[in-house]
């Protein structure tokens, strides 16, 4: 028991300015993209030439696009999807990549090898070609992107979660408990995770920073999600035509873009990315 309490803590990320900011204006995005659609009521994809390249109104509060469809409806809908794939990416990779790196640094030997082998195989494949890759079988659809961006991000949480496992699994306050009969999950609760936990939120939040930002850069390039779908680089996309126009529409979906990466980089305070 002393051993444990002797063991040097986790440098966990301060609750400073930045951190605090950050962790507010993603809460304000994701309630936002929650509640935010209901409260504006218009259809995202309701088009009306009539009203097309508006400025801000009563009846649109951000304007309308070149097809007079609601900004404000589209960057909530195009809020909700890349929030939506940018937490169920980084979730799924986190998991199964914490779990392996836990496996590795526990058993060592042939598993450790296989699985490290495995993880260098997937660096050694380009991220971007993967997705690219996937979103060619299956054009225009999210699962396609949220499969590639999924398989990139699994092995930082992998490399990561083995190094960090290894030098506490050798701690004398763990060989202590496994001597007392303390089972394996037991261990990885009172060892393992208080240890590993601020490193793997910390990559989560460049992670899902790197989903939002892969899905608005495919989507510009029109290899992701694809029109009529409301998504912020297929929005900068058929807006980049106006901006002479209406410039102040195509700044919309790029200040949503950049808020939601900023937030996510602000979230982990001071802490050094792993």
Same mark, same amino acid.
């Given at each position: 028991?002393?051993?444990?309490?002797?063991?040097?803590?986790?440098?966990?990320p301060s609750l400073?300015? %930045?951190?605090? &900011?950050? +962790?507010? @204006?993603? *809460? /304000?995005? !994701?309630?936002? =993209?929650?509640?935010?659609?209901? $409260?504006? #009521?218009?259809?995202?994809?309701?088009?009306?030439?009539?009203?097309?390249?508006?400025?801000?109104?009563?009846?649109?509060?951000?304007?309308?696009?070149?097809?007079?469809?609601?900004?404000?409806?589209?960057?909530?809908? %195009?809020?909700? &999807?890349? +929030?939506? @794939?940018? *937490? /169920?990416? !980084?979730?799924? =990779?986190?998991?199964?990549?914490? $779990?392996? #790196?836990?496996?590795?640094?526990?058993?060592?030997?042939?598993?450790?090898?296989?699985?490290?082998?495995?993880?260098?195989?997937?660096?050694?494949?380009?991220?971007?070609?993967?997705?690219?890759?996937?979103?060619?079988?299956?054009?225009?659809?999210?699962?396609? @992107?949220y499969t590639g961006?999924?398989?990139?991000?699994?092995?930082?949480?992998?490399?990561?979660?083995?190094?960090?496992?290894?030098?506490?699994?050798?701690?004398?306050?763990?060989?202590?408990?496994?001597?007392?009969?303390?089972?394996?999950?037991?261990?990885?609760?009172?060892?393992?995770?208080?240890?590993?936990?601020?490193?793997?939120?910390?990559?989560?939040?460049?992670?899902?920073?790197?989903?939002?930002?892969?899905?608005?850069?495919?989507?510009?390039?029109?290899?992701?999600?694809?029109?009529?779908?409301?998504?912020?680089?297929?929005?900068?996309?058929?807006?980049?035509?106006?901006?002479?126009?209406?410039?102040?529409?195509?700044?919309?979906?790029?200040?949503?873009?950049?808020?939601?990466?900023?937030?996510?980089?602000?979230?982990?305070?001071?802490?050094?990315?792993?």
């Open positions: 028991m002393s051993a444990h309490r002797a063991r040097p803590q986790a440098k966990r400073d300015g %930045g951190r605090i &900011l950050g +962790l507010t @204006l993603l *809460g /304000l995005l !994701t309630l936002a =993209a929650v509640v935010g659609p209901d $409260l504006v #009521g218009q259809d995202p994809a309701r088009q009306s030439l009539l009203e097309a390249l508006q400025g801000p109104s009563g009846r649109h509060l951000l304007g309308t696009d070149h097809l007079g469809r609601d900004m404000a409806a589209r960057l909530l809908s %195009g809020a909700q &999807l890349s +929030l939506f @794939l940018a *937490g /169920l990416s !980084t979730v799924t =990779a986190a998991l199964p990549g914490t $779990l392996l #790196g836990i496996v590795a640094a526990w058993f060592g030997g042939w598993p450790d090898r296989l699985l490290t082998a495995f993880a260098d195989a997937v660096l050694a494949l380009p991220g971007l070609l993967l997705v690219l890759m996937l979103a060619a079988i299956s054009p225009g659809s999210w699962w396609a @992107l961006i999924s398989l990139t991000l699994w092995v930082e949480y992998f490399r990561y979660t083995r190094q960090r496992a290894r030098v506490v699994l050798a701690e004398p306050a763990v060989e202590a408990s496994q001597l007392l009969g303390i089972g394996p999950w037991m261990i990885v609760r009172r060892h393992l995770m208080p240890e590993i936990g601020p490193g793997i939120l910390t990559i989560a939040a460049f992670g899902a920073a790197t989903a939002v930002t892969a899905v608005a850069a495919l989507g510009f390039v029109s290899v992701g999600i694809r029109p009529p779908t409301a998504e912020w680089g297929v929005m900068m996309t058929e807006l980049l035509p106006y901006w002479r126009e209406s410039p102040f529409l195509i700044l919309q979906p790029v200040a949503c873009l950049f808020m939601t990466v900023l937030a996510l980089h602000l979230s982990v305070g001071g802490g050094v990315r792993p």
